[in-house]
């Protein structure tokens, strides 16, 4: 139980690292200067995002075997890893029509609009379809958002100026290939190709 809590964790916060939502949170942190509405607004839109996610996931999970599952994940992990590596460019006019309703209202609607097709996203359709605790991967998703993006609210420009993104992307690729490495095992296992 707790492997579906703990791996959506891990997954999500890396996956999040230079994704548009964080570019998002570092942009309405510096907009607002208030960062406990914006990162409450971050906790509503997540959980209402990746509950729907989620409940895609769950209900393809019936529908697909097991070993058919875990090489849909393996290729998703691979397919992640890819997209982590390409940077995300944040379009200013979504945040900036909305200012006008405060940082919260406009942190739940920003948010929940940017995730909708993002690799976070994804991963949590996957990872609901993985795993059989529903709830746990859906707050180990939401958990891992709020690892990624809360010290970019808290820390504004100033994290920002001194990471280097490029690297970051590149290692957080490189986790993404070790996932696919071990899904792809999994499923051949689970498909008969090894015996172990």
């Known amino acids: 139980m707790l492997e579906s809590l703990f791996v959506p964790t891990l997954i999500v916060a890396l996956a999040e690292i230079g994704d548009k939502t964080q570019l998002l949170a570092l942009l309405l942190a510096a907009r607002f200067r208030r960062p406990w509405p914006i990162i409450w607004g971050m906790v509503a839109a997540t959980l209402a995002n990746h509950l729907a996610a989620g409940a895609v996931g769950n209900w393809v999970a019936g529908l697909l075997s097991p070993a058919l599952l875990s090489w849909i994940l393996a290729a998703s992990f691979i397919a ?8 995300d460019k944040l379009d200013d006019d979504e945040s900036s029509n909305l200012k006008r309703y405060g940082p919260f209202l406009t942190t739940l609607v920003a948010f929940f609009l940017a995730e909708m097709g993002d690799k976070t996203q994804v991963a949590t359709v996957m990872l609901a379809a993985q795993y059989p605790h529903f709830i746990m991967v859906v707050l180990g998703t939401t958990l891992g958002m709020l690892i990624a993006n809360v010290p970019v609210v808290l820390a504004g420009n100033f994290a920002a100026d001194r990471l280097p993104l490029t690297l970051i992307r590149r290692l957080a690729a ?18 008969g190709f090894l015996n172990g």
Not at 80 to 87: E, F, K, N, R
Not at 180 to 185: E, F, P, R, T
């Open 174 to 191: 490189l986790a993404f290939a070790i996932l696919a490495i071990y899904a792809a095992y999994q499923a051949m296992l689970l498909s």
């Open 80 to 87: 992640v890893a890819l997209w982590t590596l390409i940077p």
